[in-house]
Each structure stands twice: as C-alpha cells, then as structure tokens.
C-alpha cells in the first residue's frame, strides 16, 4: 500500500521506544512500578482495568436496587477508629492538630445509621500503615454498607447474591477457573463455624480448641502450629486465618468467627462467640460481615478493654471516640454490617 501524503502533523513526541511486540512486558517490578507502560503493552490488563471499573458500578446497581444510599464520609479523623490497624499521619495547618488517614468508615456509616438512615454503603479509601504484599496494600478500596434490623445471617445470603451476580456477568455462569482450578458459585455456600473449620481443615484436635493451654494436648497437634501461630486464649482469629490461607476451598465458605471483638455483639446462644462471618474463596479472605453492638454501655466497656490491651503497643489506641459512644446512646437499631476490600473481588 502507498500513501500519497499532503500534509503531516505532530500530534506528540515519543521520546522513548515501547517495549518490543514479540515478548512484550513482562518484568514485574516494572509492570507494576509503571502502569501506563503496563497498559499499552499488556492488553489484557487494560481489559482487567475495564472489568474492575463495571464491577464497581454493579455493585452501585446492586445496592441502590435494594434500597441502599450512597454516602461519603470523612477521609481525615481526629481520633483513628474503625480498625486496629496503625494509621498514616497528617496535619492540618488551619486548625494546628494532627489528623489520621481513615483506616475504616466504619464509625462515620454506623452515626448515619443512628441519623435514621437505615441502609448505606460507601466504596472508600483506607488507608493503613502497615505491611505490603501482592494481596495488602497501604492504600485500597473498599465496600463497606449497614443495614438496620438484619443480621449477619441476612447479609450472608445478601452477599451471595451479590457475588453470584458478579460471577454470571462476567463469566456467564457460576463457575470459573482460578489458578488452575474450578470454583463453583452455585448457592447454597458452605457454611461452618470456624472452630469447626479448624478441625475439619486443618486438622486440629478438638481438644486444642476447647483449651488452647490444656497440658495433656497432643504434642503432634501443637508442633503443627509455629510459635508464632499458637494462640492466647480467645484469639483463634489470627491463627485461624493461617490455617486457611493455604487451602482452597469450592464453593466458597462463609465461616462464623470466635472472638471477643470490640463493636460485635455476642451470640445468644453461645456467649463465647460473637455474630461475626467471614467469606473465603480459595483461601482468601473476600469479605468480613457482623451483627453489630448496639448497647452504648457494653460498647464503652469494650472500648476501655480494647485500650487496656493496646497500651503497651500503641499510644494512638489510648484514644476513647467520645462522640461515637454518645451517638450511640442516642440508640442505634439492630444492625449488620460488612466490608469487602476491592483486592478481593477486582
């Protein structure tokens, strides 16, 4: 083909040359370091970017098909809450006082809910000044929403609904391939309490579990749990989530979580326990959901206990969320709530 050119224009220079077509990218420190460069080379990544971005307005659809408002709530907080996690540091230079970048919205949505707004969500940043890996990174995306006179049971099947959803819109069906295996979406999920799962997964004794410091333990049982897994009493959740991670679950499982956590409330029907839910698809964590406390009275008691606790680690946990406890004994109605980090699901 010959083009016969009457007139050419520059639109732009490019100084440097694209990586070659043949091999492409493929460094990882640099696909990652230099995105822009990652998306010309790469389409299925500029793919990937388009699939994440409809996902995140699905899941608008989703919610505000279900009555749920859209909120944003503040992203610089007096007082870190919402999570234990170590927050960044900031200052405002009007007002001369150090502010926190949010961890969690999790304090600002539940005030909502108190104003008499019954079902909100919000898809924010948080930030949390902690380790970083291909699966946790200081700065991230979250869903998070509420809804009053539910339970976590409630958002259990809420959130199978959502992800099946998800799973038929872009994979036209309830099943996919990940890392080389199949995973079925079909519901009912698996559902098992996660003392359960221990056994059942990793293989624990029971007896273990009723008594983490109980002498007589079988010493097979406790050498397959390293130091620095082994559990104080009423802190299953740490080593439990080390002994799911390696594993790979289908379909999907929703296990109930055993432990004392300062905003969750207990289950009526074993004190020991709280209503407390986590998804976990091939070993991952994809959401966390809760049936929240409610009594402004037991809740500054959990606080106190939290700072109690954290004293030693940490002075920023040495700060009470005065504002939040007296919202709170405005009463706020029965509510569940849930977070799921958009490195999960995207």
């Not at 007096?78 to 961890?103: C, Q, S, W, Y």
């Not at 970083?132 to 991230?140: D, K, Y």
């Not at 519901?187 to 990793?202: A, H, Q, T, Y």
């Not at 207990?266 to 009594?295: P, W, Y």
Request: charge should be neutral.
């Amino acid at each position: 083909m010959t083009l016969q050119v009457e007139a050419l224009h520059l639109l732009v220079k490019s100084l440097r040359p694209l990586p070659e077509k043949w091999h492409g990218l493929t460094d990882v420190e640099t696909r990652y370091r230099q995105r822009y460069l990652d998306l010309i080379a790469n389409p299925r990544v500029k793919e990937i970017f388009l699939i994440r971005v409809q996902a995140i307005q699905m899941i608008r659809d989703f919610f505000n098909s279900r009555g749920f408002l859209e909120v944003e709530t503040p992203m610089m907080h007096p007082i870190p809450g919402g999570a234990t996690a170590k927050p960044f540091r900031t200052h405002h230079n009007a007002l001369d006082m150090e502010l926190f970048m949010r961890v969690a919205p999790e304090l600002f949505l539940k005030r909502l809910v108190i104003g008499g707004l019954e079902r909100v969500f919000e898809i924010n940043r948080n930030f949390r000044n902690e380790g970083i890996s291909t699966q946790h990174n200081p700065e991230f995306t979250m869903l998070e929403f509420y809804q009053s006179y539910a339970t976590y049971e409630d958002l259990m099947s809420l959130t199978e609904e959502l992800f099946c959803s998800m799973v038929k819109r872009f994979h036209g069906g309830l099943k996919l391939t990940y890392g080389g295996k199949e995973i079925d979406f079909t519901p009912p999920w698996k559902r098992i309490r996660l003392k359960d799962s221990l056994i059942e997964v990793g293989g624990l004794n029971r007896a273990i579990l009723t008594d983490p410091r109980r002498p007589k333990r079988s010493q097979r049982d406790w050498a397959s749990i390293s130091e620095k897994e082994r559990p104080m009493e009423g802190s299953w959740e740490t080593s439990s989530r080390k002994r799911w991670s390696p594993c790979s679950f289908s379909p999907p499982s929703l296990p109930t979580i055993h432990r004392d956590l300062a905003s969750l409330r207990r289950n009526e029907q074993d004190s020991t326990v709280v209503d407390r839910f986590e998804l976990f698809i091939t070993g991952r964590e994809i959401a966390n959901g809760f049936s929240e406390l409610n009594d402004p009275v037991d809740q500054r008691e959990r606080f106190l206990q939290q700072i109690k606790e954290k004293f030693e680690e940490d002075d920023l946990f040495l700060r009470l969320d005065e504002d939040f406890l007296r919202a709170l004994e405005y009463g706020m109605p029965p509510t569940a709530g849930e977070g799921s980090a958009s490195t999960a699901w995207s």
